[in-house]
């Protein structure tokens, strides 16, 4: 496969690399180009970002969700029809799943892709010490991958001072970007994106891809994408034969965290997917068979979300009729007794999780999981796996326990309910990682078992 990309990444998080990247994908689309966005890891909160406010399609990139051969035939698939790639690290650019290793990491990911770099390096209160730490981060790995370079923060006149130093480490000087906290989009940008927020936040997009085209090069980053090789890409495997079904998933200000993958995979196995907004739909679409609840944001809508009885009504009573449902972290919550919003307030919901869930102040239990089923249950067989992650607030009085998780470190806890027709419970699962049981979820929807 043949596709110009590039990634980029940074030394640490708070490097400003999603807001060069924003302002780089607006750039690049006001230039006519057709561009494809990708955030590593789990995250689903920057590929939203990039398709609401930046307006181009976006996906994720994950080591811990997918083998190698699975993320390059992920990529290829979400890539296909665009001119070019750019692809958003995480955290630092070597680290992964544990302190001492880069397994999983956004270098990992550069690895498995052939995808050259371009490192953002945070020059605030420093000018030739920028220069050490590209040099480190060029030497820490033989096979470095990095290719390029920009400067976060940095006065015009200190970067023409050291451009030809950077040359001289043998990468691309591709620009500065100047302090201006102006044009930063706050962590709370990166967020739920209201609608009334999103055209203040594509006018200071646009402003800040006005910039970029004076201080980056352009046509340099061009030529490092273009310089990525020809991808080798497995075929995807033969999707089982499939019945034609209907699924209903919830998409709107409350449930917005559906990873395109997981999507395409119901697709691919003769899913027709009909979105539909629990906050403003009085009844579940036609010809419904199966239930999607992903996460999101229903503690912020929990009042909405109760007064639409009819909704929640219809919900109830299709999962208590057999309907098969997946609910997943938001979705969850929204099928219990009541759900308490940010104040503290409860309301009621589905009831169908017969207990109150409630926020917290701190994250409980958050990260990397794989789960595997204790027993067999209408999805899952006993010791089936499937990878997953956690990150949440809110908690429930009753979390489950038809499920082990385990971090990468070895820490483990129960979860998910498993009760006949219905799995539900705050991990979000990654489909690839283990299509079997999606296939014996849309198999129950058409009544097939």
């Not at 550069?110 to 030497?139: C, E, H, M, N, Y």
């Not at 997981?262 to 068979?289: M, V």
């Not at 999607?292 to 503690?299: A, I, N, R, S, W």
Request: with cysteine; aromatic share 10%.
């Amino acid at each position: 496969m043949h596709s110009p990309r590039v990634l980029f990444a940074a030394p640490s998080s708070g490097s400003g690399k999603t807001t060069i990247v924003c302002g780089v994908l607006r750039a690049l689309k006001n230039r006519g180009r057709n561009v494809s966005a990708f955030k590593c890891g789990p995250d689903y909160i920057d590929p939203l970002f990039h398709e609401r406010v930046v307006g181009v399609k976006s996906g994720t990139l994950d080591l811990f969700f997918s083998d190698k051969d699975t993320l390059r035939r992920l990529f290829a698939q979400n890539a296909a029809d665009a001119d070019c790639a750019v692809i958003e690290g995480v955290m630092g650019y070597y680290d992964g799943l544990s302190a001492a290793s880069d397994e999983a990491s956004t270098y990992a990911v550069a690895k498995t892709l052939s995808a050259p770099v371009v490192l953002i390096i945070d020059s605030r209160g420093q000018s030739l010490s920028a220069l050490a730490t590209l040099k480190g981060f060029l030497d820490f790995r033989p096979d470095s991958q990095i290719r390029g370079v920009i400067f976060n923060r940095m006065s015009e006149h200190v970067y023409r001072t050291l451009k030809p130093e950077a040359e001289a480490l043998g990468v691309v000087p591709v620009g500065f970007v100047p302090k201006s906290d102006a044009l930063m989009l706050e962590s709370r940008h990166l967020g739920l994106v209201m609608p009334d927020e999103v055209k203040n936040l594509s006018e200071k997009l646009d402003a800040l891809a006005a910039l970029l085209e004076k201080t980056l090069d352009f046509d340099a980053l061009e030529r490092i994408m273009r310089s990525a090789p020809d991808l080798d890409v497995q075929e995807a495997p033969q999707a089982p034969d499939m019945p034609k079904t209907v699924i209903a998933a919830a998409r709107d200000e409350a449930f917005c965290f559906l990873y395109r993958d997981n999507l395409a995979l119901l697709r691919r196995y003769n899913a027709e997917i009909r979105f539909f907004s629990p906050l403003s739909d009085p009844a579940l679409p036609a010809g419904t068979q199966g239930l999607l609840l992903p996460g999101g944001y229903p503690e912020l809508y929990a009042k909405r979300l109760s007064e639409n009885t009819a909704m929640r009504t219809a919900i109830r009573e299709a999962i208590e009729n057999g309907m098969p449902c997946l609910a997943e972290c938001g979705g969850f919550l929204y099928l219990h007794d009541t759900l308490s919003d940010m104040d503290g307030t409860a309301y009621p919901m589905c009831g169908v999780i017969h207990t109150d869930a409630y926020r917290t102040q701190k994250l409980g239990r958050f990260g990397y999981i794989t789960l595997s089923a204790k027993d067999d249950s209408a999805f899952f067989r006993a010791g089936e796996a499937i990878r997953a992650h956690e990150f949440h607030y809110f908690e429930s009085g009753d979390p489950g326990a038809a499920f082990a998780a385990v971090k990468p470190n070895g820490r483990e806890w129960t979860c998910i309910h498993a009760q006949k027709n219905l799995l539900a419970g705050f991990p979000h699962l990654f489909y690839e990682s283990n299509p079997k049981p999606i296939e014996r979820f849309l198999r129950l929807a058409a009544k097939e078992v």
